[in-house]
Every structure is written in structure tokens, then in C-alpha cells.
């Protein structure tokens, strides 16, 4: 192989390389990102972010205190992703994520497609909160939170919404409802 022959094969690699990176991150779930959307992400910016996609604003139901819309975000083809609601604050970033797609995973592997038992296994569990419908998961090491079912919960905890729900009640077969990501 010549020089020439190399040099391309190379470059073709390192495309190819940069090409399944940003694949693979569109849907990483870290400390400061989601996908391709950072903490910092600025609202005005999200045409950019998402250039390859389709953003919906949702201006009849601005979030609670928030003069800006939530932002829905779809694949090309109609899947939905995120759904993006801002923060009240003057820099205009997005304060609340929820993740309508499995293909988005903590580095851990956790995703919409996990149970109680990955999260467990995974995580350091920092507070359970219980609702009338739901049992939402706080994890020590993330703003990354999940909501469970209380359907998901033995027959016993589920219709009680005095009872406060601790984690060794809750199955590992526990399927996960919501996954969101709160930034503060």
C-alpha cells in the first residue's frame, strides 16, 4: 500500500471513528449532558443543538413560573426524545429533561428500559419520594431521576398514599414510568 492509499485509509478511519463517537453520545446520558444538549445550553441555542432534528415549542403550556414554552424534541421521522422545560432564571437554560427515548442511557447503562434492580445495583440511593401514583428515585451520584409506578408496588403499598414507600419495598422487576434529569 502506498503512501497515498494509507493517508486515506487512515483519515477514512478516524471519520468513521468521530461519526459512531457522536452517534454514541447523542444518546449518553453524563454529569453535565444529555445527548448533545450540556448544562449550560443557552434556549437560543437549541435550533443548533438539535440542526438534525425537530423542535416543537409548546407556547399553550408554558412551564410553572416560566414565561418560555417546554420544547419537545423529535428524531427526524416523528420519535420523541426529550422534552426540555426551561428555568426561571435570566440565562435562559434548561432546567428539567424528560427522556422519552431508551436509546438515552446514564454511563452506567441505566435507561426507560431498566428496572428498580439496575438502579439499585448501579447507584447509591439518596431519597425516595412518594406520591399518590408514583414513587420517584433520587440516585446520589446524578441529577438523573427516576418515577416508578406504584403499580409496580406490592398490592399492599400501592392504594395507601399516607405510606411512606422505602427502597427494599419496591421489586427489582420495578419497571421505570419516567426518567428525567434536573438541573438546577
Known amino acids: 500500500m502506498n503512501k497515498k492509499t494509507m493517508t486515506a485509509a487512515v483519515a477514512a478511519l478516524f471519520a468513521l471513528s468521530a461519526c459512531q463517537n457522536e ?5 449518553e446520558i453524563g454529569v453535565d449532558h444529555v445527548g448533545l444538549l450540556q448544562h449550560t445550553t443557552p434556549l437560543g441555542e ?9 423542535l416543537v415549542r409548546d407556547s399553550a403550556t408554558p412551564g410553572f413560573g416560566s414565561t418560555d414554552p417546554r420544547v419537545k424534541v423529535y428524531e427526524k421521522g416523528g420519535k420523541h426524545l426529550l422534552t426540555l422545560t426551561p428555568g426561571s432564571d435570566s440565562l435562559k437554560t434548561i432546567e428539567n429533561i424528560n427522556i422519552h427515548d431508551p436509546r438515552f442511557r446514564t454511563k452506567k447503562g441505566i435507561s426507560l428500559n431498566s ?6 445495583d448501579n447507584y447509591t440511593i439518596k431519597k425516595l419520594v412518594t406520591f399518590r401514583n408514583n414513587v420517584v428515585v433520587f440516585i446520589k451520584e446524578s441529577d438523573v431521576y427516576f418515577t416508578i409506578d406504584r403499580k409496580e408496588l406490592p398490592e399492599n403499598l400501592r392504594y395507601n398514599p399516607n405510606i411512606q414507600i422505602e427502597a427494599v419495598q419496591i421489586p427489582d422487576a420495578a419497571r421505570i414510568k419516567y426518567m428525567m434529569v434536573g438541573w438546577e
Open 23 to 27: 452517534k454514541e453520545n447523542k444518546f
Open 46 to 54: 437549541l435550533d443548533a443543538v438539535y440542526s438534525g432534528d425537530s
Open 115 to 120: 428496572t428498580f434492580k439496575d438502579i439499585r
